[in-house]
């Protein structure tokens, strides 16, 4: 059974920074894919970036060029740094990790099999 914590989050100002951190225990091996997602109230849940096994990202449009996913297989963590960070980018972010076969990954959230328990992240104007 795989076990994620997310940690990092906090109340910014527009144009702020912040990286999340998700450590991750349980694992098998190294073959997963790992995603991050953010749901803000009354809004669906909706995926923010991914990063397979081998290290292969994506991207919602809406981070694009903000956001940069990445990972520490040594210490089993995942990271989001996030910059130029707006108000709509309020929300619960979640880390969520499915075990894979390849490199191949989903921006979706049906997709995958574990989850955190969010860490919350405000940003004002």
């Known amino acids: 059974q795989v076990h994620l914590v997310e940690s990092g989050g906090a109340s910014v100002q527009s144009g702020g920074s912040l990286r999340l951190s998700c450590v991750a225990s349980?694992?098998?091996?190294?073959?997963?894919?790992m995603g991050w997602f953010r749901q803000a109230p009354g809004k669906e849940r909706e995926g923010v970036a991914a990063?397979?096994?081998?290290?292969?990202?994506m991207y919602a449009d809406f981070v694009k060029g903000r956001f940069t996913i990445s990972q520490d297989n040594a210490k089993n963590t995942l990271y989001l740094q996030m910059n130029s960070l707006k108000p709509e980018d309020t929300a619960m972010y979640y880390c969520?990790?499915?075990?894979?076969?390849?490199?191949?990954?989903?921006?979706?959230?049906?997709?995958?099999?574990?989850w955190g328990q969010g860490t919350q992240v405000t940003v004002s104007s």
């Open positions: 969520a990790a499915r075990r894979i076969s390849g490199d191949y990954c989903r921006l979706d959230s049906g997709w995958f099999d574990y």
């Open positions: 349980g694992y098998t091996d190294s073959r997963y894919c």
């Open positions: 990063i397979g096994s081998a290290g292969s990202t």
